[in-house]
């Protein structure tokens, strides 16, 4: 189950907090310019589909997440085109790809006039319309009512955002924010964390492949072009 951390205020920098939890043998790279045809967008790049978990576009200063549902189907198209799809398309994403094939998901797109999130349960669509302020979206959704939301979301509320993750310990407890697992012979762990700023000046971006350790973010930014 990843965890999105979100804060939006009209006026000022949007501020978002990633943490991705996928199975550790699935190869990927670091936050970059990794597609020509969008050269102004940044993002980690999955190695073997090609797409992405989170980007954001410098010059637009969208952001996109896609988070895994509950709702499973074997053998569907990938679904790390739509944080692409979506920083390029806006809120028209769902007219330039086609997501009724694919597995479930929430997807998030931030940016500086608000935060919208789609959900799809392989059934039907539904758009939120996220309100000013802080919010977390789980597998479950928006603010959702499960034990992770319970226990972080509170933290996140009265606390520095590295402080929270830095003091957690990966964990297969459902509450915890990072985790570790094993799933049929397979290792499902929290492989990367993201904080993300976007203001008028740019993009910056801090993340870390072992984000609950202190000392091991790396922090670099875009100006907006």
Known sequence: MCTVVCRWVAGE??????????????????????????????????RLAGGSWCVSDVTTRR??????RGERRDGTPSRGVLPLAAVAAGESWPDRIDHRQMASFNLVLAGPAGIAVWTWDAAEVRRVEMTPGLHMITSDGVDADNPRTARFLPLFEARPWDEVVTRTTPSDDPSALVMRR????????????????????????????????????????????
Request: proline share 10%; glycine share 12%.
């Open 13 to 46: 920098p949007l501020r978002i907090l990633a943490i991705r939890d996928e199975f550790v043998s699935r190869p990927f790279d670091p936050p970059g310019a990794w597609w020509p045809d969008q050269p102004a967008v940044i993002g980690g790049r999955d």
């Open 182 to 225: 094993e799933i049929g012979g397979h290792v499902h762990a929290t492989v990367f964390g993201q904080l993300i700023t976007v203001s008028d000046g740019g993009l910056r971006i801090a993340w870390s492949a072992t984000p609950w350790i202190d000392g091991s973010w790396t922090e670099q930014g875009w100006p907006r072009t």
């Open 63 to 68: 952001t996109a997440l896609v988070l895994n």
